[in-house]
């Protein structure tokens, strides 16, 4: 009967420190729901201090990402409509190439003349319908900035110019218009080539700032949740030791019952 003793105050010796490892690993794990729930309410202020601004460098990141990808926009669809202009001025170019055969007659001019004027009236249409956000991009010579990072002084421009007056009329009535016309869609050409150029410095310097914005904003984010999340991970850390110590003692107490029932039957016997 003695050692029957023994074993029982073991196995409350047992029960007792099980106990008191679950209760432990309750009260982490209503720690752990606490901040959650708060979201801030760590013990650390100086770190929710640093995960903070961490926070509003992310937003201001993002932000400026957003910007950006306009910017992107704008160039991109001012250079699709330059293409369609330039495309279109190879046109006139080619019926002003014909326009300067000397073997042509007046219907022949006539016709020419006709296709001038509407492939003309496509290209005005071209300019001033090229927009943004209700920003005329070919139509206007004041140039667009973006903020190109969360901090001031991060601008981009993008510059613009007013094609407008840049086609002039042409008239392929005589042999002499027709040689006139085309030095000015060479000469056209040419500046709507310088326009395209500017755009596509503009798009690479836009589309890299906002590779560099994403890595920043990621970077950011982690750096920011690491702080903002080394209390909960250290809570956590307690709450798997607690489980393991658990599961140990639950262990013990089932094998000492096992071996305290055993000894019971041996002294039945």
């Known amino acids: 009967m003695a050692m029957i003793a023994t074993n029982s105050i073991g196995l409350q010796q047992l029960t007792g420190k099980s106990d008191t490892a679950i209760k432990s690993m309750s ?49 991109q669809i001012a250079g699709d409509a330059l293409n369609t202009i330039a495309d279109a001025v190879q046109q006139l170019q080619g019926l002003a190439t014909q326009g300067a055969n000397a073997t042509l007659n007046t219907a022949d001019r006539q016709a020419l003349q006709q296709q001038v004027s509407a492939i003309q009236e496509e290209i005005q249409a071209t300019i001033t319908g090229t927009t943004y956000n209700d920003h005329a991009l070919l139509a206007s010579n004041q140039g667009l900035s973006f903020q190109a990072g969360p901090n001031a002084g991060n601008v981009i421009q993008v510059p613009l110019q007013d094609l ?37 410095a503009s798009e690479q310097q836009l589309t890299a700032a906002s590779e560099n914005l994403s890595q920043s ?26 489980s393991i110590r658990v599961q140990a003692g639950l262990a013990l107490q089932l094998q000492a019952e096992k071996l305290s029932g055993a000894r019971v039957q041996s002294l039945l016997q």
């Open 217 to 242: 904003s990621e970077i950011q984010t982690v750096t920011g949740g690491r702080i903002l999340n080394a209390d909960m991970a250290d809570r956590a850390s307690n709450s798997i030791a607690n």
């Open 164 to 200: 407008r007056g840049t086609v002039p009329a042409m008239d392929l009535s005589t042999q002499g218009g027709a040689e006139t016309a085309l030095q000015a869609a060479s000469d056209v050409l040419k500046r709507i080539g310088e326009l395209q150029g500017s755009f596509g």
């Open 27 to 75: 009260d982490t794990f209503k720690q752990l729901a606490g901040s959650l729930k708060a979201g801030h309410n760590f013990e650390n202020a100086a770190l929710v201090a640093i995960a903070d601004r961490f926070s509003a460098q992310v937003k201001g990141t993002n932000l400026a990402r957003v910007q950006v990808n306009d910017g992107i926009a704008v160039t």
